[in-house]
């Protein structure tokens, strides 16, 4: 619910304008909402048009992307980049390829990245992109030929102090190696313009495990911080079996968690003794098949048809890694009920509003994924300044930089959300403190866009 007259004229103007775009209207009522305090102190937001520029991407590209399969024949994708703000630094986020792309899914993602790279107090702003495009059941030279033809358009629009893209679903370090062999192909230069490369060439120690590790230290300092306890011997649900899944899972596990219970798209896996993480990783990562195939191991394991069911199973704290609003009204209602303390989020907006609501209402602690999710472009960032520099620093170094800037963020979010309400909702801390560090640098800059 909004109050203040500009913040609703703000967000008015963008649904009639969008009207069709429900992921980005979303996102943006969410920042909306918690930014009226703000904006009630500080005349100058309205006066220099601040909320109605920083909702509007500064630049959004859409292209044909054509490409031959192994048939011979000619496919026809659409691939997007939303270059939403760079008031704090080059765009920076991921590209996605899944065919639920569109361009209210990239814009909205847009939108978060800016305030999230705020959040890591690195300087980067804030962009998105991707495709359509499904690389599930396509040939290692249909991805390829997909991703030449991809960065054949997108080339002309980046670049290492313009716009850094990453990988988000859909595109890991296969997909990002294809990208920049056609980049550096086409510019004749060698430069850190993706971040998530191999190692082999110019990527960082530490880069996969970012997002997940960065989730659990942020969610470990949440859970003192706000519950007087940790991951020792909890028992924890993390939906998705991708990137943000296996190492968040991973670094809980680390910390003394046992994980009960994993996804895909297809369904989830229960294991009430543990989830053998290391046979996921060779599922998933390695032969890139179906989750179900964990039976095969452990027969006693339970496999149920539906993803959107993990939250049923009880647990003490749920990590969403998989994708937005995959954990709406009744499965909150669930977790409450069978004693949830936390939620954390890997992905970006899995929960739905109404699910948020009802973990704030009830008490869980709740981390948004535009806060708690951050650790994957912190270290994109740190995979920037190694690039920079010409050096590789070792995956401690990484790691240690990594733990210090989500602790730090963490820090921030809690202190902000202390200041604007009793300190429990982190969604008001997060938006407020990345959405203050880029409204500074647009006044500042003048009417640049
Ligand atoms: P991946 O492509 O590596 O993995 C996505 C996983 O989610 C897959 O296991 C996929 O299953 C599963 N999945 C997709 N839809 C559903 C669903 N409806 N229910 C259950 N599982 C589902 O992507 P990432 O791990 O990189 O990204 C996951 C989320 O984290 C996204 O929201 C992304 O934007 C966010 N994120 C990622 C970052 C990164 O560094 N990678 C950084 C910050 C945020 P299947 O195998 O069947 O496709």
Same mark, same amino acid.
């Given at each position: 619910m909004i109050?203040n ?16 775009e ?5 996102a943006?009522?969410?920042?909306? @909402? ?5 904006? @009630? ?18 630049r959004?590209i ?6 031959v ?14 270059q939403?703000?760079?008031a704090?630094g ?6 996605r ?12 993602l ?12 690195l ?9 359509d ?5 396509k040939s290692?030279?249909e ?7 991809f960065?054949?358009?997108?080339y ?5 102090f313009?716009?850094v893209?990453?990988g988000?679903?859909?595109v ?9 062999g056609?980049?550096?192909r ?35 300092k ?6 007087g306890?940790?991951?020792?011997d909890?028992k924890?649900?993390?939906s998705?079996?991708g990137n943000?899944?296996?190492?968040a899972?991973?670094k809980a ?5 046992k994980?009960i ?5 297809c369904?989830?896996? *229960?294991d009430?003794?543990?989830i ?6 060779n599922i998933?990562?390695v032969?890139r098949?179906r989750?179900?195939?964990y039976?095969k191991?452990?027969?006693n394991a339970?496999y149920?048809d ?22 709406d ?25 109404k699910a ?10 709740y ?11 912190a270290?994109?960032?740190?995979e ?23 602790e ?11 200041? *604007? ?7 008001i ?6 959405f203050?560090?880029?409204?500074e640098a ?8």
């Amino acid at each position: 619910m909004i109050n203040n007259n500009y913040v609703k004229t703000v967000y008015k103007n963008i649904q009639a304008k969008y009207p069709y775009e429900k992921e980005f209207l979303q996102a943006v009522l969410e920042v909306l @909402e918690t930014l009226e305090p703000v904006v @009630e102190n500080d005349a100058q937001i309205e006066k220099l048009g601040i909320l109605e520029r920083i909702v509007e991407p500064e630049r959004m590209i859409t292209f044909r992307v054509s490409w031959v399969d192994d048939n011979g024949k000619v496919q026809v994708n659409t691939g997007y980049r939303c270059q939403f703000n760079s008031a704090i630094g080059p765009y920076k986020g991921g590209l996605r390829f899944h065919p639920t792309v569109n361009a209210s899914v990239i814009k909205f993602l847009g939108f978060e990245q800016t305030f999230k790279n705020s959040l890591t107090g690195l300087s980067m702003g804030g962009g998105k992109g991707g495709s359509d495009f499904d690389p599930k059941g396509k040939s290692d030279m249909e991805i390829m030929r997909f991703c030449q033809s991809f960065m054949t358009e997108l080339y002309r629009h980046i670049g290492q102090f313009t716009d850094v893209p990453a990988g988000d679903i859909g595109v890991g370090k296969r997909e990002v190696g294809y990208l920049y062999g056609q980049y550096k192909r086409i510019s004749n230069e060698f430069t850190g313009v993706l971040t998530g490369k191999a190692l082999e060439f110019g990527g960082s120690l530490g880069r996969t495990e970012a997002t997940g590790y960065g989730l659990c230290y942020f969610t470990q300092k949440m859970l003192e911080t706000l519950k007087g306890t940790n991951f020792n011997d909890k028992k924890v649900i993390v939906s998705g079996s991708g990137n943000v899944a296996i190492y968040a899972a991973q670094k809980a596990k680390e910390l003394g968690a046992k994980i009960i219970a994993m996804s895909d798209s297809c369904g989830y896996i *229960y294991d009430k003794n543990g989830i053998d993480l290391q046979l996921i990783k060779n599922i998933k990562e390695v032969k890139r098949e179906r989750i179900k195939e964990y039976l095969k191991k452990y027969p006693n394991a339970i496999y149920v048809d539906n993803c959107r069911d993990i939250w049923s199973i009880p647990c003490d704290i749920a990590l969403p890694c998989a994708t937005q609003n995959e954990l709406d009204e009744n499965s909150a209602k669930l977790l409450v009920k069978n004693g949830c303390i936390a939620v954390a989020e890997g992905a970006n907006m899995p929960s739905t509003p109404k699910a948020i609501q009802i973990f704030i209402d009830n008490d869980i602690a709740y981390a948004p994924g535009k806060a708690s999710n951050a650790g994957g472009v912190a270290v994109s960032g740190l995979e920037m300044s190694q690039n920079s520099l010409r050096l590789s620093w070792s995956f401690d170094q990484v790691d240690q930089k990594l733990k210090e800037i989500m602790e730090n963020l963490f820090d921030r979010v809690y202190k902000t959300s202390q200041k *604007y309400s009793d300190g429990k909702n982190l969604v008001i801390g997060a938006n407020i403190a990345g959405f203050e560090k880029v409204c500074e640098a647009m006044k500042i800059q003048g009417i640049a866009y």
